[in-house]
């Protein structure tokens, strides 16, 4: 993946709005009527597709939702070392049917500093500049590096029934420009799009509680799917980034947009709220500042076994996904167990090591010998 400059916990409010002015002043629209090649398919009538008045309708329809999501959004930032922690944990975690409780806000926008997933297509899908390919085809393929994405509620028209949601995945600009041909091909990216560019989207309905066989039927279809090249494996990363917002080892805290450019978003009638910060370490507090107090903090440092039992030895336990049971939702849901340390501090390590023996069990035959000449 070619390297380029990553945002920041400020990018957030400012790439929310180049978003809705890319989507407000007609650049959005025409993106997305160019792009929908496969509107009819999504629409129920496959023989439509590539159809103008298709492309067009399709393009009104995504850029009305990613309005509305982006205006009611609560923002999300992921720091670096948080999205190597839910790249790690989604590749061992099932894909899952979600439902609405499964995500902390009715409409959101999430960035991550570092790209969530990548891969690599055919660059036929490339982006186009007045008729150019932006990138050069010398080698057939584009990587690809999904780094924001948005969700907001979708119902399909009002075809299903229990609701829905609509999520829109984006790659930095900056990706683009780093592989684009000329100067020209590049000022009309900057020119066309905002620094936020769509790629893909997903819409998932969700299934009533007591819709069993239409939650085996999803179930099965997500597991068919579960590879880079789908947006449901994008859309579960996005999942394991939500459920690992809920474990106590990952820290959820807010920082405020900046006055300056907060005046500016009022001014403009755009949304103020605070950015929600994802990080797998706590706040570092500058000298000067007030941090946590000392009961909260021997709060969390005290570490006793569940049976009550104090440990004397300080040891590392791996991370792993359990099938966990919410009595009030009534639904299995994968909750990671995330990977730490047990024990005190000053306690001595400890390393167990585990050895896996092969041997031959006594109820079964022998393995008979083989001789080549």
């Not at 007609?26 to 509107?39: E, P």
């Not at 009819?40 to 590539?50: H, Q, S, Y």
């Not at 960035?111 to 085809?137: K, Q, S």
């Not at 590879?227 to 405020?256: I, N």
């Amino acid at each position: 993946m070619t390297t380029v400059d990553t945002f920041t916990t400020g990018d957030v409010p400012a790439l929310r709005r180049e978003l809705l002015e890319w989507l407000r002043d007609g650049r959005g629209l025409r993106f997305h009527a160019r792009m929908s090649t496969k509107a009819g398919t999504m629409m129920g009538r496959p023989e439509l597709d590539g159809h103008p008045g298709m492309m067009r309708a399709w393009a009104e329809m995504l850029c009305e939702q990613e309005a509305r999501t982006l205006a009611n959004a609560t923002l999300y930032f992921v720091t670096a070392e948080m999205t190597e922690i839910v790249r790690t944990a989604a590749a061992d975690m099932p894909a899952f049917p979600p439902d609405a409780d499964d995500f902390p806000m009715p409409a959101g926008m999430i960035v991550y500093e570092t790209p969530l997933v990548e891969y690599e297509r055919a660059e036929l899908a490339a982006v186009m500049i007045d008729g150019r390919m932006a990138y050069d085809p010398t080698d057939g393929r584009e990587e690809i590096g999904v780094t924001a994405c948005t969700w907001g509620p979708f119902d399909m028209a009002g075809d299903w029934k229990h609701g829905g949601v609509w999520m829109s995945f984006y790659r930095n600009r900056a990706e683009i420009l780093a592989k684009t041909i000329d100067d020209r091909t590049r000022e009309g990216l900057r020119a066309e799009h905002a620094r936020l560019v769509p790629d893909n989207e997903y819409g998932i309905q969700f299934a009533g509680t007591d819709d069993e066989a239409g939650k085996a039927k999803l179930q099965e279809r997500l597991a068919e799917t579960d590879q880079p090249g789908y947006t449901s494996f994008w859309a579960k990363h996005v999942l394991a980034t939500l459920l690992l917002m809920q474990q106590p080892l990952v820290y959820e805290r807010p920082e405020p947009i900046r006055r300056g450019l907060r005046r500016q978003l009022e001014r403009a009638g755009y949304p103020t709220g605070d950015i929600r910060i994802v990080d797998a370490r706590p706040r570092r507090y500058e000298p000067g500042e007030e941090g946590p107090s000392p009961e909260a903090e021997q709060a969390g440092a005290d570490d006793v076994e569940d049976s009550g039992r104090k440990l004397s030895v300080r040891f590392p336990v791996r991370g792993f996904w359990r099938n966990q049971w919410y009595p009030s939702r009534e639904v299995h849901r994968p909750k990671w167990i995330a990977p730490h340390w047990r024990g005190p501090e000053a306690a001595p390590i400890v390393h167990p090591e585990r050895v896996r023996v092969l041997r031959h069990h006594p109820d079964q035959e022998a393995p008979h010998a083989q001789t080549h000449a």
